[in-house]
Nanobody
Framework: VQLQASGGGLVQPGGSLTLSCAASGRAFGSLVMGWFRQAPGKEREFVAA????????????VKGRFTISREGASGDGVKNMAYLQMRNLKPEDTAVYYCVSDVRYRTPWNPMYWGQGTLVTVSS
């Protein structure tokens, strides 16, 4: 599975931003899609996940502000998309955000596939 994240940037506190992730290489419909983030000087942390049955999970720190979505259910080799809509952003949301995927979601989750990160900076 290849994952390509995009959409990061600089946003003011209280603002919104949507990250995108293009996934290819495996039947998209069978994958769990998710997002992790890593803030400066901190460990990577789980942000959100959406299973192929459309069950969603969020970390407590983003619940109610972030929304994960996905579209497309084509077969191998066809790009499909996952998104992370972020609202009411706070300075503590500043981090490198990673698109991730795996065939199963579990707690704690250590996804098999990782994309490159995209930097989100929340600052005035």
């Amino acid at each position: 599975v290849q994952l390509q994240a995009s959409g990061g940037g600089l946003v003011q506190p209280g603002g919104s931003l949507t990250l995108s992730c293009a996934a290819s290489g495996r039947a998209f419909g069978s994958l769990v899609m998710g997002w992790f983030r890593q803030a400066p000087g901190k460990e990577r942390e789980f942000v959100a996940a959406k299973t192929w049955r459309n069950v969603t999970e969020y970390s407590d720190s983003v619940k109610g502000r972030f929304t994960i979505s996905r579209e497309g259910a084509s077969g191998d080799g066809v790009k499909n998309m996952a998104y992370l809509q972020m609202r009411n952003l706070k300075p503590e949301d500043t981090a490198v955000y990673y698109c991730v995927s795996d065939v199963r979601y579990r707690t704690p989750w250590n996804p098999m596939y990782w994309g490159q990160g995209t930097l989100v900076t929340v600052s005035s």
